[in-house]
């Protein structure tokens, strides 16, 4: 399972990657952040 996880997080970094450059790019990064922190607790 961690090859399908390293997938996706790279598939996720590089879209908001391609998004960065809208000016919603806040939005989407804190959008990243709470469902990061979601499916990671600590």
């Excluded at 399972?1 to 804190?30: I, T």
């Amino acid at each position: 399972m961690l090859q399908v996880e390293m997938v996706l997080f790279v598939f996720l970094v590089l879209w908001m990657c391609v998004f960065s450059q809208e000016p919603s790019s806040k939005v989407v990064a804190d959008r990243y952040a709470v469902f990061w922190n979601r499916t990671n607790p600590r």
